[in-house]
């Protein structure tokens, strides 16, 4: 039987109105029980920035508006990640998502709003943001690393907002909005022109007075193509003028093998050059290593090719799989599907006799751990179709963000093991070093 917890002051949300109503209850009353449950799983934050969030200018942890300490002087208790769920008013109760049960004397809930998703035809069936949470905005920050556009539903304030800090974050953004004119409740035509002008003049496409009638794989096409053409150039232009195409031959495909032309192998000019990058990098203490500049060809073992240390005995690889060639595959229900079916696509793959050697079977949760301490978990799957000495993995997996509910926790995120470091990468071309070398672990499953 659980227990029900007891409170005079009980607020539910921890935002801006949530705080307001703390600082003027202890205004009046310094001693008698207050408690702040709220359904977000972080210390309280502002949603104003959010939008700095998704441009990475700020981070979540250095926006937070009160801490512990804070309530702990004011005596508050202070529950995070616990959402109300239900409410007997007759009987002064709630009830929240766990099952806990509190009494309360007062109640007041500054539970805010949530954004309203319009009734856009295939619009649930493509990836979309909101942005009215820490977690919305950490999600969004993160989708920037996959993709170069963004279309902005509304120029409201808060589509204004976002467009301007993803555009600063690298995106190129197009905002969509129905009315004739941005910021329709706060300026006039007038102050909007000039408004939208700046926003053109720092790059961001302006559909004005246009609706979004369908979200679907034409209408993204169609403006991908124009932001990557021209606003003359979508997909109907392209429809109409037609594209070339032509069956590839194995010789242009592979035409390393079928063409004669001179591949040079000795570049004499590239001593001189680290010289030149010395003379740089070298007063800033950057020593640029001279091996990388020499003219011929050299093989130089990458770091993980060093790694001698004892049981880290497995090269980690990864390679494409072929069911999911873009990231954002990982979230269509039937690649998903398919992958789970095909051994390869979740399971890191094992020579059949390394693996036995150490006592595992197929499906065992292996633990692997780089030289720098680095770990991922994921399920073995033995092969003979591998090197006895090669893990591999396929890559654009171990999605954690809440956003991609599809792909979430499934599979393994290869680049945890690698280092973004000066060492990992060569100088000249700045190359990372892909691979890694690893200690197995068997991991017990409960
Ligand atoms: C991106 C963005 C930018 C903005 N910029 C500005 C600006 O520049 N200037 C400005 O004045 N305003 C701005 N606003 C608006 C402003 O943030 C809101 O008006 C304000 O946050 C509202 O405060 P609130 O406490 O009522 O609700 P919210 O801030 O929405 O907080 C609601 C709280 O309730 C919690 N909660 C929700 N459901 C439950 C539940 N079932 N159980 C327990 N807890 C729950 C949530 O976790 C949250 O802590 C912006 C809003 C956004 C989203």
């Known amino acids: 039987m659980t227990v029900m917890e007891q409170t005079k002051y009980l607020i539910a949300g921890s935002s801006h109105a949530a705080l307001s109503a703390l600082n003027s209850i202890r205004m009046l009353d310094l001693d008698s029980s207050l408690t702040l449950i709220t359904k977000d799983e972080r210390l309280p934050y502002s949603p104003t920035v959010l939008p700095y969030i998704v441009s990475g200018k700020s981070k979540p942890e250095k926006v937070q508006l009160r801490d512990d300490a804070f309530f702990a002087k004011n005596k508050v208790n202070f529950i995070s990640g616990a959402g109300l769920s239900s409410l007997d008013a007759d009987n002064s109760k709630v009830t929240?998502?766990?099952?806990?049960?509190?009494?309360?004397?007062?109640?007041?809930?500054?539970?805010?709003?949530?954004?309203?998703?319009?009734?856009?035809?295939?619009?649930?069936?493509?990836?979309?943001?909101?942005?009215?949470?820490?977690?919305?905005?950490?999600?969004?920050?993160?989708?920037?690393?996959?993709?170069?556009?963004?279309?902005?539903?509304?120029?409201?304030?808060?589509?204004?907002?976002?467009?301007?800090?993803?555009?600063?974050?690298?995106?190129?953004?197009?905002?969509?909005?129905?009315?004739?004119q941005v910021l329709p409740g706060y300026?006039?035509?007038?102050?909007?022109?000039?408004?939208?002008?700046?926003?053109?003049?720092?790059?961001?496409?302006?559909?004005?007075?246009?609706?979004?009638?369908?979200?679907?794989?034409e209408e993204i096409c169609d403006a991908d193509l124009k932001i990557n053409f021209g606003d003359d150039r979508g997909l109907e232009w392209f429809k109409k003028e037609g594209v070339v195409t032509w069956p590839k031959t194995p010789q242009e495909v592979y035409w390393r093998a079928f063409t004669d032309a001179r591949v040079p192998i000795y570049w004499e000019w590239m001593p001189e050059l680290r010289e030149k990058i010395q003379a740089i990098s070298g007063p800033v203490g950057l020593d640029v290593p001279k091996d990388y500049y020499s003219a011929l060809a050299e093989f130089l073992p990458c770091q993980s090719h060093e790694c001698k240390k004892e049981g880290f005995d497995f090269y980690t690889f990864y390679y494409r799989d072929t069911l999911h060639t873009n990231s954002f595959t990982m979230e269509n229900a039937w690649l998903d599907e398919a992958a789970q079916l095909d051994p390869y696509s979740y399971n890191i793959a094992m020579n059949t006799d390394s693996g036995r050697a150490r006592g595992l079977v197929d499906g065992d949760v292996i633990e692997l751990e780089s030289e720098k301490g680095r770990k991922v978990t994921g399920r073995v799957h033995l092969t003979e179709a591998i090197h006895p000495e090669g893990l591999g993995m396929a890559a654009l997996c171990g999605h954690w963000a809440k956003g991609m509910p599809m792909a979430k926790g499934k599979g393994v995120f290869y680049n945890e093991l690698l280092e973004l470091d000066w060492e990992s990468v060569n100088p000249v071309n700045l190359t990372l070093d892909l691979c890694s070398k690893v200690k197995v672990t068997r991991v017990e499953e409960n």
């Open 187 to 217: 300026f006039d035509q007038q102050a909007a022109k000039i408004i939208e002008k700046i926003f053109a003049d720092i790059g961001v496409t302006m559909r004005i007075g246009d609706t979004v009638i369908g979200a679907a794989q």
């Open 96 to 180: 929240l998502q766990d099952g806990q049960e509190w009494q309360y004397e007062k109640l007041l809930l500054a539970t805010g709003a949530s954004p309203t998703i319009p009734t856009i035809p295939g619009l649930m069936g493509t990836s979309f943001y909101v942005l009215r949470t820490m977690d919305d905005a950490v999600n969004l920050n993160a989708a920037l690393n996959n993709v170069k556009s963004a279309v902005v539903l509304g120029g409201g304030l808060i589509g204004m907002h976002a467009a301007e800090n993803l555009i600063k974050a690298g995106a190129q953004v197009t905002i969509i909005e129905m009315r004739p």
